[in-house]
């Protein structure tokens, strides 16, 4: 038998040098990649809509569990390095807080431990793939995920008549498929703009924003098609006028005084000259009417269940229950025959019949936070990767006035909002060692 080459032998003898912890942080470093991608997949599908993995369904739950306890588990085998992270991100620890103490208050006591915990659990997970990832493996990521749902979509677009004629692809609802495809388009765009991938996988990701593009308009959600075009107008901006600008004196400067003249000019003449209702005008162009499918009238029930309880909420699980009396009348209301788990379809009012005005406005301090800190990662390292989670944080941030992505544990959108806002508030060092040669601070600006 030939002897073992000396590199091999190396590896041995460093290997015998570590301890069992170390060989442990090894070998989740080689597994990082895969839990990721698993996180996505458990994240994005809903396996019972999908022909084939309905059997599967049962499954999604505990592996989502797993997948959680292997990140909680990276989190405290590497706190040396998380630690000065999640101290930075104290913002996001305030909401959990309420949530612990509504269990001296809260009917069911239980539900508000229970979500204490899930909240400090979808913390965690962000934490994590802020500090152990670089930002374009988290983007692929979530490409090639969204990618398969994209064409599942297409081979099953199930145009619904309960939706009026919206398909909802294989995610049974049509905003939720809208704001997958939207994850879809803005993962596929920034690669197609990104000048380092190579030239099959932007003209693949090229094709994929078409398909997005096309699945989201036959959704019919209106708001997304809304950020598809703030989104486009963004990177598209940044790609081909502010990166280019970094090469002239003062330009950019120059670029956001125009920018900012021009923005007030137009407002100035839409209201005070023409006395255009732009409210009105950007419901119609959105196909929405005023009380934007009834969500007017739950907001209006949620600020008076608010102002029933202004300072303590109801506790989670308090208001949004069969036993609730008020939350089986408004669903009548609404026409529903049987028990739906709803929500007030704004992420403040949520927080704020749950916790009272504490939680309503530390759910604002959150979502300013999480842009100031997107913001600062971007200014620090004017990468696309980073303008990528800039411009998701911003969307998902206005998508909290009609939606409550945010107010969901382990979901996507929240978990990716998190990722990105603590980027941002990474030390100098940590930053540049995770993002190695994605970053900036060690390649000139190609990007």
Not at 263 to 285: E, K, N
Not at 299 to 324: K, M
Request: some cysteine; glycine content about 6%; overall charge positive.
């Amino acid at each position: 038998m030939a002897n073992p080459s000396m590199e091999t032998m190396e590896r041995r003898d460093l290997r015998s040098f570590q301890t069992p912890m170390e060989q442990l942080a090894v070998l989740m470093r080689r597994a990082d990649p895969y839990a990721l991608a698993a996180w996505v997949v458990l994240t994005t599908f809903v396996f019972e809509l999908i022909p084939g993995l309905a059997p599967l369904a049962p499954l999604a739950g505990p592996a989502r569990y797993l997948v959680v306890l292997y990140m909680a588990a990276g989190v405290v085998l590497n706190i040396s390095v998380i630690w000065p992270t999640l101290m930075r991100s104290w913002p996001v620890f305030v909401l959990p807080a309420l949530a612990l103490a509504s269990a001296l208050w809260n009917a069911n006591p239980s539900a508000s431990v229970n979500k204490f915990v899930l909240m400090i659990a979808t913390i965690l997970v962000g934490a994590y793939i802020a500090t152990r990832y670089r930002p374009k493996n988290i983007i692929l990521t979530y490409f090639f995920v969204e990618l398969v749902a994209g064409v599942l979509c297409v081979m099953n677009p199930n145009f619904g008549e309960t939706n009026q004629g919206a398909a909802t692809g294989v995610f049974g609802h049509k905003n939720y498929f809208a704001l997958h495809m939207f994850f879809l388009y803005l993962s596929a765009l920034v690669l197609a703009l990104d000048r380092r991938s190579s030239m099959p996988m932007r003209l693949l990701a090229f094709g994929a924003t078409g398909m997005a593009a096309y699945l989201i308009l036959i959704s019919q959600s209106a708001t997304t098609l809304a950020f598809v075009a703030a989104s486009s107008s963004g990177l598209l901006f940044y790609s081909f006028v502010w990166k280019p600008a970094s090469g002239v004196p003062h330009m950019r400067s120059l670029i956001v005084v125009f920018g900012l003249m021009l923005t007030l000019l137009a407002i100035f003449i839409l209201i005070a000259i023409l006395h255009i209702d732009l409210y009105g005008s950007m419901l119609d162009v959105l196909g929405k009417d005023r009380t934007l499918s009834a969500r007017t009238y739950i907001w209006a029930y949620g600020e008076r269940v608010l102002s029933d309880n202004p300072w303590t909420g109801v506790g989670p699980g308090g208001f949004w229950n069969p036993q609730n009396g008020d939350a089986v009348s408004l669903q009548t209301t609404l026409g529903y025959k049987k028990w739906v788990q709803l929500t007030f379809h704004n992420a403040y009012l949520e927080y704020g019949v749950q916790f009272g005005y504490p939680g309503y406005f530390a759910t604002i301090f959150f979502v300013f936070w999480a842009i100031y800190a997107a913001a600062r990662s971007w200014f620090r390292d004017q990468s696309i990767y980073n303008a990528y989670f800039l411009f998701f944080v911003m969307l998902i941030a206005v998508r909290t006035n009609t939606e409550t992505d945010i107010c969901s544990d382990f979901g996507g959108s929240l978990v990716t909002l998190l990722a990105g806002a603590m980027r941002g508030m990474r030390p100098m060092q940590d930053a540049v060692a995770i993002d190695g040669p994605d970053s900036l601070w060690r390649q000139p600006p190609d990007r």
